[in-house]
């Protein structure tokens, strides 16, 4: 049997968020799990990874995550990495407030991605909506009150985008080549 690997570039990395979102919810299904998605630490984390594989692990990983997590629940980093050690990999902000260069570095990737075509703005601003929502544990006026908008504005995008998504066959659109 012919096997072909399906590698991840490094200039793709927020493809993992979709790709990931997607195993979720293939693993959810098979397994007959109602999972509330990933924990903010978990899509850092994911982010983070190198991925030195191929998509097989990125499948692999959230496959793991999706059976050790409890039903109900987000999938937490150690679901999906079990040597996980949250001292060394804490996020904090720099001496002066402001964050640091990784991150700063993570945000111009993200900025990066949409100005290049990578992910459309549409799907950026579904992530952004996305994890505000799960950050405020499904607290919309507080996921709201986070993005600068109103709860009904919120509400209205992300009807809409369940609306695009469901007229697309997709979840979350699929990133541009």
């Given at each position: 049997m012919?096997?072909?690997?399906?590698f991840l570039p490094s200039d793709r990395k927020l493809?993992?968020?979709?790709?990931a979102k997607s195993f979720l919810k293939?693993?959810?299904?098979?397994?007959?799990k109602k999972l509330r998605g990933f924990s903010d630490k978990a899509k850092l984390a994911l982010l983070a990874y190198q991925w030195p594989g191929?998509?097989?692990e990125l499948q692999n990983v959230v496959e793991r995550g999706v059976m050790l997590a409890p039903n109900g629940n987000h999938i937490a980093i150690n679901h999906m990495f079990p040597s996980y050690n949250e001292q060394v990999t804490e996020l904090r902000l720099d001496g002066k407030g402001g964050l640091t260069d990784s991150q700063r570095e993570s945000g111009k990737d993200f900025c990066e991605a949409i100005l290049s075509g990578?992910?459309?703005?549409?799907q950026a601003n579904t992530l952004l909506a996305e994890a505000a929502v799960e950050k405020a544990k499904g607290n919309l006026s507080a996921a709201a009150r986070m993005l600068g908008l109103s709860r009904p504005q919120l509400a209205y995008r992300l009807e809409h985008q369940s609306e695009t998504s469901t007229k697309n066959g997709k979840q979350n659109g699929s990133p541009v080549s």
């Open positions: 012919l096997c072909r690997s399906t493809d993992i968020l979709i790709l293939k693993f959810s299904d098979i397994n007959g191929n998509i097989r990578k992910i459309t703005l549409e």
